[in-house]
């Protein structure tokens, strides 16, 4: 399996605990339910939700007078997250026999996803597994879900760590006779469900009864029992999900749904409605299907599953490995030392290895072998290898869909932009205007700016943590829009610096003279030191600075220089404070560009804040032909 991809900085990714709270509650009827099993009142349980999210830049609740109903983003991050949390159990629990070799079973599902009976046993069904067979991995996907949404366990499942031969089980709804070897694992009876206080024991006999979307089987055996007994024409069909059933009871008190109750669970703002059990009596039998290979396996867990569904108790999750563990970890693991390790996540090498000892303590032995010349992995660090980087790939990536989602869902837009110079300079001045513009024409859509060094923008919009960001030079593995060129720059000095009455100023001018910079953080004199660099000109600087804004400190109490637009500073240059002297724009020129993901369709809102931002820093006709292209 490929290693992890070394970030630039340390990070604190989607901590599993936090996780686990929004697993327990999404399950629960009332949040005061899960906040007594998990031991904390449910204000500090609806603070903590709150705080995942702002982690995930996602709406995931609605919040009611009666409570919290679950948003499809909800459901989304269940099916995800589960996936993610199990990973951590079998990681911490499994303890395969020596040279076992890992063995992968894949359950396909043919079933509309709900949170409730079948997928609480799926999972309890999952971690049961785990102690009586450790070299068992198991994955899962639900029908009519996107690939990227499923429970495939991607690098771990890659040839180089499975065998060959491996399970596969199918879970699903009959709708006549069962197939040979098909094994019947639940009766699921049909209900009929109103909005709270509806008459439904008066009415539902002659009311007209909506069937949601669901799977083809099951639909075409209740219309056929519907047109055997008689009830045909009452039944209307509606194109949404059983999962937005809260919200469809809601906006539309009058319906009456008739569903197998499977999907009608105690959960999360489900609560609040009336059922009935339907008459004339139906059932829809979900059976259970396995392959030859792998055949101990899959009988097992077969068995297991018609257990679970028949109790339908909760999953319950208690990771014990954090995330920053994880991190620190894969990048041992990378690196081949704690100290290289360090260097990579930008914190002291006691940092790491206090955070690697507490994960041998977790796992009940040590995950490295350190020595004099670094650190190699224990066996059972070589066995959890392939978990630990599966799950940190997974958190990034739920982290990058999430701001997508919210891109396409909620039209919350984050902006990354270099530093601001000052607050009368032309680019804050431009990026201003962008954002006022659709503010007023947009005023529902959630847009958040930050600013940051030109490498951690690009490293953001990698990650996902921001949709779009203005930069200066830029790396190849982001999608870019030209916005034109930087400003004209300058060299900014204090009054006592001798520029010998010269307007303008070349680049070996300018080298000679006692420059702040920032060349490891700023775009400006990055730009500014690769021209340099072009010309083979000797540049020392007197010193190095992370901010425009202690350059320009310094510059006024010293007889110093920086590299800045004149607009920047355009109010001390008026008052005589500093000095500009322009640098001859032939020998240094910059290009602004408006990068992000290229991994993913941006959304209606993110494309038309880039139209306004082509607009604005490159107004004419090509604007629609950039964003475009």
Same mark, same amino acid.
């Given at each position: 399996?490929?290693?992890?991809?070394?970030?630039?900085?340390?990070?604190?990714?989607?901590?599993?605990?936090?996780?686990?709270?929004?697993?327990?509650?999404?399950?629960?009827?009332?949040?005061?339910?899960?906040?007594?099993?998990?031991?904390?009142?449910?204000?500090?349980?609806?603070?903590?939700?709150?705080?995942?999210?702002?982690?995930?830049?996602?709406?995931?609740?609605?919040?009611?007078?009666?409570?919290?109903?679950?948003?499809?983003?909800?459901?989304?991050?269940?099916?995800?997250?589960?996936?993610?949390?199990?990973?951590?159990?079998?990681?911490?629990?499994?303890?395969?026999?020596?040279?076992?070799?890992?063995?992968?079973?894949?359950?396909?599902?043919?079933?509309?996803?709900?949170?409730?009976?079948?997928?609480?046993?799926?999972?309890?069904?999952?971690?049961?597994?785990?102690?009586?067979?450790?070299?068992?991995?198991?994955?899962?996907?639900?029908?009519?879900?996107?690939?990227?949404?499923?429970?495939?366990?991607?690098?771990?499942?890659?040839?180089?760590?499975?065998?060959?031969?491996?399970?596969?089980?199918?879970?699903?709804?009959?709708?006549?006779?069962?197939?040979?070897?098909?094994?019947?694992?639940?009766?699921?009876?049909?209900?009929?469900?109103?909005?709270?206080?509806?008459?439904?024991?008066?009415?539902?006999?002659?009311?007209?009864?909506?069937?949601?979307?669901?799977?083809?089987?099951?639909?075409?055996?209740?219309?056929?029992?519907?047109?055997?007994?008689?009830?045909? #024409?009452?039944?209307?069909?509606?194109?949404?999900?059983?999962?937005?059933?809260?919200?469809?009871?809601?906006?539309?008190?009058?319906?009456?749904?008739?569903?197998?109750?499977?999907?009608?669970?105690?959960?999360?703002?489900?609560?609040?409605?009336?059922?009935?059990?339907?008459?004339?009596?139906?059932?829809?039998?979900?059976?259970?299907?396995?392959?030859?290979?792998?055949?101990?396996?899959?009988?097992?867990?077969?068995?297991?599953?018609?257990?679970?569904?028949?109790?339908?108790?909760?999953?319950?999750?208690?990771?014990?490995?954090?995330?920053?563990?994880?991190?620190?970890?894969?990048?041992?693991?990378?690196?081949?030392?704690?100290?290289?390790?360090?260097?990579?996540?930008?914190?002291?090498?006691?940092?790491?290895?206090?955070?690697?000892?507490?994960?041998?303590?977790?796992?009940?032995?040590?995950?490295?072998?350190?020595?004099?010349?670094?650190?190699?992995?224990?066996?059972?660090?070589?066995?959890?290898?392939?978990?630990?980087?599966?799950?940190?790939?997974?958190?990034?990536?739920?982290?990058?869909?999430?701001?997508?989602?919210?891109?396409?869902?909620?039209?919350?837009?984050?902006?990354?932009?270099?530093?601001?110079?000052?607050?009368?300079?032309?680019?804050?001045?431009?990026?201003?205007? =962008?954002?006022?513009?659709?503010?007023?024409?947009?005023?529902?859509?959630?847009?958040? =700016?930050?600013?940051?060094?030109?490498?951690?923008?690009?490293?953001?919009?990698?990650?996902?943590?921001?949709?779009?960001?203005?930069?200066?030079?830029?790396?190849?593995? =982001?999608?870019?829009?030209?916005?034109?060129?930087?400003?004209?720059?300058?060299?900014?000095?204090?009054?006592?610096?001798?520029?010998? #009455?010269?307007? =303008?100023?070349?680049?070996?001018?300018?080298?000679?003279?006692?420059?702040?910079?920032?060349?490891?953080?700023?775009?400006?004199?990055?730009?500014?030191?690769?021209?340099?660099?072009?010309?083979?000109?000797?540049?020392?600087?007197?010193?190095?600075?992370?901010?425009?804004?202690?350059?320009?400190?310094?510059?006024?109490?010293?007889?110093?220089?920086?590299?800045?637009?004149?607009?920047?500073?355009?109010?001390?240059?008026?008052?005589?404070?500093?000095?500009?002297?322009?640098?001859?724009?032939?020998?240094?020129?910059?290009?602004?560009?408006?990068?992000?993901?290229?991994?993913?369709?941006?959304?209606?809102?993110?494309?038309?804040?880039?139209?306004?931002?082509?607009?604005?820093?490159?107004?004419?006709?090509?604007?629609?032909?950039?964003?475009?292209?």
């Amino acid at each position: 399996m490929a290693g992890p991809m070394l970030p630039l900085m340390d990070k604190v990714g989607l901590e599993l605990s936090l996780l686990s709270k929004f697993a327990l509650a999404c399950q629960s009827p009332r949040l005061s339910d899960a906040a007594e099993l998990l031991g904390q009142t449910p204000a500090a349980l609806s603070i903590a939700l709150h705080g995942l999210e702002g982690k995930l830049g996602l709406k995931l609740f609605t919040r009611r007078a009666g409570g919290l109903d679950l948003l499809p983003s909800a459901f989304w991050l269940f099916r995800v997250g589960s996936n993610l949390l199990y990973l951590e159990q079998h990681a911490r629990q499994a303890r395969p026999a020596s040279g076992a070799r890992p063995v992968r079973l894949s359950v396909a599902l043919d079933l509309n996803f709900a949170i409730g009976r079948v997928s609480k046993a799926l999972l309890r069904t999952c971690q049961d597994l785990i102690e009586p067979f450790p070299e068992l991995v198991i994955d899962w996907h639900f029908s009519g879900l996107d690939d990227d949404d499923a429970g495939d366990l991607k690098g771990f499942a890659a040839p180089e760590t499975l065998p060959d031969e491996h399970g596969h089980v199918s879970i699903f709804y009959g709708d006549g006779p069962p197939r040979p070897g098909a094994i019947a694992l639940y009766e699921d009876p049909w209900i009929v469900v109103g909005s709270r206080g509806s008459p439904l024991r008066e009415t539902y006999g002659r009311d007209q009864l909506s069937l949601l979307r669901m799977r083809r089987e099951i639909t075409s055996a209740i219309t056929v029992f519907a047109e055997d007994n008689g009830f045909a #024409g009452r039944l209307q069909y509606r194109d949404e999900e059983p999962a937005q059933l809260a919200g469809i009871l809601q906006e539309f008190p009058h319906l009456r749904l008739l569903m197998p109750a499977n999907l009608l669970p105690r959960r999360l703002g489900l609560t609040r409605h009336e059922e009935l059990p339907f008459e004339p009596r139906f059932t829809s039998t979900m059976y259970g299907e396995a392959s030859a290979a792998a055949e101990r396996y899959s009988t097992a867990f077969l068995m297991r599953l018609r257990e679970n569904l028949a109790d339908g108790q909760n999953v319950v999750f208690s990771p014990r490995l954090t995330t920053r563990q994880i991190h620190y970890f894969n990048l041992v693991a990378h690196t081949g030392s704690i100290s290289a390790a360090a260097r990579v996540a930008n914190t002291a090498q006691s940092a790491v290895s206090k955070h690697i000892s507490q994960m041998d303590a977790i796992m009940g032995a040590a995950v490295l072998r350190r020595t004099e010349e670094g650190a190699t992995l224990s066996a059972l660090g070589e066995m959890l290898r392939p978990f630990a980087a599966n799950i940190e790939d997974r958190q990034d990536w739920i982290i990058r869909k999430a701001h997508d989602i919210a891109a396409h869902s909620e039209a919350r837009v984050t902006i990354g932009t270099l530093p601001s110079s000052g607050h009368d300079s032309a680019l804050t001045e431009k990026i201003a205007h =962008v954002v006022t513009r659709i503010h007023r024409r947009h005023p529902d859509w959630q847009l958040q =700016v930050v600013e940051n060094s030109n490498a951690v923008l690009h490293e953001r919009v990698r990650s996902g943590e921001l949709n779009l960001a203005v930069v200066g030079m830029v790396n190849t593995q =982001v999608a870019r829009i030209r916005l034109g060129p930087t400003e004209p720059l300058s060299v900014i000095g204090n009054p006592a610096i001798n520029f010998g #009455g010269r307007k =303008v100023l070349g680049l070996a001018d300018v080298v000679s003279l006692p420059l702040v910079l920032g060349r490891h953080h700023l775009s400006i004199h990055q730009n500014f030191a690769e021209a340099a660099r072009e010309r083979s000109l000797r540049l020392q600087p007197v010193v190095e600075v992370g901010s425009l804004a202690l350059a320009i400190a310094m510059v006024r109490q010293a007889p110093l220089c920086t590299i800045l637009p004149a607009s920047s500073v355009r109010q001390d240059i008026e008052a005589g404070n500093l000095l500009a002297v322009p640098i001859r724009q032939d020998e240094l020129s910059g290009a602004l560009s408006l990068i992000f993901s290229a991994e993913r369709e941006l959304s209606e809102a993110e494309r038309i804040i880039v139209q306004e931002f082509v607009r604005v820093f490159r107004p004419g006709p090509q604007t629609e032909a950039a964003v475009a292209s």
